[in-house]
Nanobody, 129 residues
Framework: QVQLVESGGGLVQAGGSLRLSCAASGDTISRYHMGWFRQAPGKEREFIVT????????NYADSVKGRFSISRDVAANTVYLLMNGLRAEDTSVYYCAATRRSMAVASIGSRLRERYDYWGQGTQVTVSS
């Protein structure tokens, strides 16, 4: 099974950018749909984006569409989340997730955290206003 480790979080001013990385080990990311979620204190874990197993399809939450971008490097076995135009409300712990369940990435189902079986430990992103 795959293990996931996030990195790249930190403190950034509003309007700034960060790139998060999710390094996978134990299996290749090309066998998984890969996603990013986030969770702020006292709130539910929130879907951000997912990318299909073969990398040809993505699904973004409306709250980040046009600002965040997911990409992957299969050779490096790593998924990235580029975050531009950061806002104070983006402050959260960001989690990488993976699943081998069959699902349509464009569907609402791909946004459900219950569909993802493997999770990283999270990385903190703090945006100062």
């Amino acid at each position: 099974q795959v293990q996931l480790v996030e990195s790249g979080g930190g403190l950034v001013q509003a309007g700034g950018s960060l790139r998060l990385s999710c390094a996978a080990s134990g299996d290749t990311i090309s066998r998984y749909h890969m996603g990013w979620f986030r969770q702020a204190p006292g709130k539910e874990r929130e879907f951000i984006v997912t990318i299909s197993q073969i990398g040809d399809n993505t699904n973004y939450a409306d709250s980040v569409k046009g600002r965040f971008s997911i990409s992957r490097d299969v050779a490096a076995n790593t998924v990235y989340l580029l975050m531009n135009g950061l806002r104070a409300e983006d402050t959260s712990v960001y989690y990488c997730a993976a699943t081998r369940r069959s699902m349509a990435v464009a569907s609402i189902g791909s946004r459900l955290r219950e569909r993802y079986d493997y999770w990283g430990q999270g990385t903190q992103v703090t945006v100062s206003s």
